[in-house]
């Protein structure tokens, strides 16, 4: 992808359902062109804020900017071109095929007198090949695996060319196999486009193998950011997710392997002998 790579930033946002705040005074700079996963425990306001980047929920204080300019301030469809979302298990009309919905991402391209053109028709197809979906594209979406569903969504959002890319949990739901999939496919979409990509992910191993930069949240707040070298400790993981653990580094990936430790798990009780591998 050759076009323009936006910058995508929040400011002394704060984020609030009819009386609750969710999100408070949060700064937050995406880092342009490269993958930031976001972590926290459940209800710390990930995916409220993610909903924020993408000028889908307005902000009660502060604001989000894109390449400096107020998002919420910007027409819809010149937000739709730079920034697109995957929300959280997306529901999909019945009987749509594949080619149906990754036609639909096309959407912010079209106007009264711009139609369906032959670049719509070139976008859509290379979505397809980019996601493994072409020979599925004829397939009504409601009949694919989880993992398959999960590809034409993600296909959806390729085709419709936005530079940044917002994924809400896109693992969720998926077995091990269609996790590794879908994240090796997100990985390719920052490594062949320059794709700035956010993400929400909900296992920290995965966050810390596949984030360039990792911002880990707590009740609204973000306690640290950074490499995931550098954010992960016993300190951080303790305070943002309330668990106990030994890092160590993982032999595959060469990032920080987090291994959660159990109250049955920190020594043999007494009187149990020990099992050993043979």
Same mark, same amino acid.
């Given at each position: 992808?050759?076009?323009?790579?936006?910058?995508?930033?929040?400011?002394?946002?704060?984020?609030?359902?009819?009386?609750?705040?969710?999100?408070?005074?949060?700064?937050?700079?995406?880092?342009?062109?490269?993958?930031?996963?976001?972590?926290?425990?459940?209800?710390?306001?990930?995916?409220?804020?993610?909903?924020?980047?993408?000028?889908?929920?307005?902000?009660?204080?502060?604001?989000?900017?894109?390449?400096?300019?107020?998002?919420?301030?910007?027409?819809?469809?010149?937000?739709?071109?730079?920034?697109?979302? #995957?929300?959280? +298990?997306?529901?999909?009309?019945?009987?749509?095929? &594949? %080619? $149906? !919905?990754?036609? =639909?991402?096309?959407?912010?391209?079209?106007?009264?007198?711009?139609?369906?053109?032959?670049?719509?028709?070139?976008?859509?197809?290379?979505?397809?090949?980019?996601?493994?979906?072409?020979?599925?594209?004829?397939?009504?979406?409601?009949?694919?695996?989880?993992?398959?569903?999960?590809?034409?969504?993600?296909?959806?959002?390729?085709?419709?060319?936005?530079?940044?890319?917002?994924?809400?949990?896109?693992?969720?739901? #998926?077995?091990? +196999?269609?996790?590794?999939?879908?994240?090796?496919? &997100? %990985? $390719? !979409?920052?490594? =062949?486009?320059?794709?700035?990509?956010?993400?929400?992910?909900?296992?920290?191993?995965?966050?810390?193998?596949?984030?360039?930069?990792?911002?880990?949240?707590?009740?609204?707040?973000?306690?640290?950011?950074?490499?995931?070298?550098?954010?992960?400790?016993?300190?951080?993981?303790?305070?943002?997710?309330?668990?106990?653990?030994?890092?160590?580094?993982?032999?595959?990936?060469?990032?920080?392997?987090?291994?959660?430790?159990?109250?049955?798990?920190?020594?043999?009780?007494?009187?149990?002998?020990?099992?050993?591998?043979?």
């Amino acid at each position: 992808m050759t076009r323009h790579q936006p910058h995508l930033r929040a400011e002394q946002l704060r984020l609030a359902y009819p009386g609750r705040i969710v999100v408070d005074e949060l700064d937050l700079d995406l880092p342009t062109g490269r993958i930031t996963v976001i972590v926290g425990a459940n209800a710390c306001g990930k995916s409220t804020l993610l909903h924020a980047l993408a000028r889908l929920m307005p902000p009660a204080a502060g604001c989000v900017r894109l390449d400096g300019q107020a998002i919420h301030s910007l027409p819809t469809r010149q937000v739709a071109r730079q920034v697109g979302i #995957l929300p959280q +298990s997306p529901v999909t009309p019945a009987g749509l095929t &594949v %080619v $149906d !919905l990754v036609s =639909r991402g096309r959407s912010p391209h079209q106007t009264w007198w711009r139609q369906w053109s032959t670049a719509d028709e070139a976008a859509v197809t290379a979505a397809l090949a980019a996601t493994d979906m072409t020979a599925l594209a004829n397939r009504p979406v409601d009949e694919l695996s989880g993992g398959q569903r999960q590809r034409a969504w993600i296909a959806m959002a390729v085709a419709q060319e936005t530079p940044v890319l917002l994924l809400d949990e896109p693992t969720t739901f #998926l077995d091990l +196999s269609h996790q590794i999939d879908v994240l090796d496919l &997100v %990985v $390719d !979409l920052n490594r =062949r486009d320059g794709r700035t990509i956010v993400m929400v992910l909900h296992d920290l191993n995965q966050a810390c193998r596949y984030a360039d930069h990792l911002v880990a949240m707590k009740a609204g707040r973000i306690v640290t950011q950074g490499d995931p070298a550098t954010v992960i400790t016993p300190e951080v993981v303790s305070d943002v997710f309330d668990v106990d653990c030994q890092i160590t580094v993982d032999p595959v990936s060469g990032t920080p392997l987090i291994i959660p430790i159990g109250r049955h798990h920190l020594a043999p009780l007494d009187g149990v002998r020990a099992i050993t591998m043979e």
